[in-house]
């Protein structure tokens, strides 16, 4: 049982979608499929902006919404509070961009005024884009886009670049209401499917700035995808199998509806919240900023290794752990995509009985199922 932020469980259906015989990519079949995936696509990210689909992780996703639209030397403003905001910046220095980051401290939200400042400072409009981690999955922190995206508007200049890797599919992430002008996304995540597919979504602000961009570019040349998007086909070979996954997936998410799979997520968090402080231990991310996609838990009377080893050996169950300097210190229970409220009560209970195994006992028990099923009768 994988409560990892990624990858996430695959439903049955989708599973048998991926063991067909693959098609040629060059076939009507096979045009067809992408078609009804891209339409669905666009659903999800709430846009009628394009929605290209790559063979890369969510990295080559991200790197691909930076070398589309940027030239080297470029001011951009990086928020980093956490691992994933962190590679933005990496990917950023990589190609010569001139970075300027606004920082938090881990496990606390970027601070959305930070961004009006810098960006109000900016008077001769150097800045030429903002890039932002929307749920940094290290910490579980889910950042204030919305607030962020009202400044990046108000700049009128900068490009809003988002990696929404663990937010899309789990929160309200709506692409054109807020103007966002790349996301970044990848498959194994709120997807439902396995790992190997990333999703770039461009505006047409952004592919302005693409006629102008300067970085070098060539298997990730959105330009090309787009250019045979337009005729339902890819520039090179895709994994279709991946496409017969997403397109299964797809449809089981368009069948739950965008509202109940955001209240989903949400439910999810409160409840594993809920349980984790009913069990005597703190929360990583701060009060009212945690992600619904993933919750990060610091104890203090026992050790995340311990806690992560014993839920494995005894359970088989799969917790992620801290990543750089929280290795060690926190453990992270995912909660994304194709997971129920009885994953959450299977998982708490496993969590109190591997607490009891390690001898913690700051929790009376079955504290954590009750907490996390108050949560569930309360809908
Ligand atoms: C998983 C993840 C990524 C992408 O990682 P890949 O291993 O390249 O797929 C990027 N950003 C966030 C926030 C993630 O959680």
């Not at 989903?264 to 990583?284: E, I, S, W, Y």
């Not at 005894?314 to 060690?328: E, F, M, P, S, T």
């Not at 994953?343 to 009985?353: G, K, P, R, S, T």
Request: one cysteine or more; glycine letters at 8%; charged letters at 20%.
């Amino acid at each position: 049982m994988l409560m990892i932020p990624g990858p996430t469980p695959v439903p049955e259906k989708v599973l048998l979608a991926l063991a067909k015989h693959p098609i040629g990519h060059r076939s009507r079949e096979f045009s067809d499929l992408q078609g009804e995936i891209t339409a669905r696509l666009k659903w999800l990210h709430q846009t009628q902006n394009d929605v290209l689909i790559l063979a890369a992780s969510g990295t080559g996703a991200m790197e691909a919404g930076i070398i589309n639209f940027l030239s080297p030397g470029d001011r951009v403003l990086v928020g980093c509070n956490g691992k994933f905001g962190e590679r933005w910046a990496a990917v950023c220095q990589a190609y010569s961009l001139q970075v300027e980051t606004i920082t938090a401290e881990w496990g606390k939200p970027l601070d959305p005024q930070q961004f009006q400042a810098t960006l109000e400072a900016d008077r001769d409009r150097a800045i030429k884009a903002v890039i932002v981690t929307h749920s940094e999955t290290s910490t579980g922190v889910l950042n204030d886009l919305a607030a962020i995206s009202q400044f990046v508007k108000a700049h009128e200049k900068a490009l809003l670049i988002v990696d929404a890797v663990t937010s899309l599919g789990a929160t309200n992430v709506p692409m054109d209401a807020w103007g966002i002008d790349v996301i970044a996304s990848g498959s194994q995540k709120g997807f439902m499917i396995p790992p190997g597919l990333g999703f770039v979504a461009v505006s047409p602000k952004a592919w302005e700035a693409y006629k102008t961009a300067t970085l070098p570019r060539f298997y990730l040349d959105l330009g090309k995808y787009r250019k045979d998007a337009a005729k339902n086909t890819t520039p090179f070979t895709p994994p279709v199998n991946l496409f017969f996954a997403l397109q299964v997936a797809l449809q089981m998410m368009q069948a739950e509806g965008l509202d109940a799979i955001f209240q989903r997520h949400d439910r999810l968090m409160r409840a594993t919240q809920a349980a984790v402080q009913a069990l005597g231990l703190p929360l990583f991310a701060a009060p009212g900023a945690g992600s619904p996609a993933i919750t990060a838990v610091a104890p203090t009377q026992v050790e995340a290794e311990q806690v992560r080893a014993t839920m494995k050996k005894h359970y088989d169950i799969v917790l992620a752990g801290g990543q750089d300097h929280l290795k060690g210190k926190i453990f992270r229970i995912g909660h994304l995509g194709f997971v129920a409220e009885r994953d959450i009560l299977a998982a708490i209970a496993a969590l109190e009985a591997s607490l009891v195994e390690l001898g913690y006992s700051g929790f009376t028990a079955g504290a954590g199922v009750a907490a996390a099923a108050s949560i569930f009768a309360k809908g």
